[in-house]
């Protein structure tokens, strides 16, 4: 019997002695580093690039079109507001989004005379209070970020806060994984 609790012993030893040794070779850092950020030359190398490719010859037609002038001209409008993260006034005009917009959740609102989409990313606690807008709802609009891209005829304005009657009915929660 002892002979089997020895035998027993020195094979467990044995056995957690391989053990820690694989494991202290995957504590190893990884031989594949991860990729330098890009510098400035080479970004912009791609970019002109990109630029030749038939999708970068649209985007510049876009650009130098009226549509793509009237969509910046609007962004210019607001950008003090969205560096200063200061209110903006607006009003609802459409509950739709653009037909085959693909933006997920949003709302067009007219701001000083120009027409804007109004995206949200919102949680589910959140999307009754916006259901409740309503057409020519007076809002005030917060946020850091408006985009634009040649499929719409309006700046997309990312939603981070929301109030109407002075009262919050939407607020971007920040992701958890921090970015």
């Known amino acids: 019997m002892k002979k089997v609790m020895y035998a027993l012993i020195a094979a467990l030893?044995?056995?957690?002695?391989l053990v820690f040794a694989n494991r202290e070779i995957k504590n190893e850092p990884p031989k594949e580093t991860t990729p330098k950020p890009i510098s400035a030359a080479e970004r912009e190398a791609a970019m002109k690039q990109w630029y030749t490719t038939p999708g970068g010859i649209a985007y510049k037609n876009w650009e130098a079109s009226p549509a793509g002038q009237k969509v910046y001209a609007a962004e210019a409008k607001i950008?003090?507001?969205?560096?200063d993260s200061s209110n903006i006034e607006a009003i609802v005009t459409a509950l739709s989004l653009p037909p085959g917009s693909r933006l997920g959740f949003g709302v067009m609102v007219r701001i000083n005379g120009d027409d804007y989409i109004l995206n949200f990313a919102p949680e589910k606690?959140?999307?009754?209070?916006?259901?409740?807008?309503?057409?020519?709802d007076k809002i005030i609009i917060r946020s850091r970020n408006v985009s634009h891209a040649p499929k719409y005829a309006y700046p997309i304005i990312s939603g981070d806060y929301v109030e109407r009657d002075s009262k919050l009915i939407y607020k971007r929660v920040p992701r958890k994984d921090g970015c």
Do not use: A, I, Y
């Open 13 to 17: 030893v044995v056995v957690s002695g």
């Open 79 to 83: 950008r003090k507001h969205l560096t």
């Open 125 to 136: 606690s959140q999307l009754e209070q916006l259901q409740n807008l309503k057409v020519n």
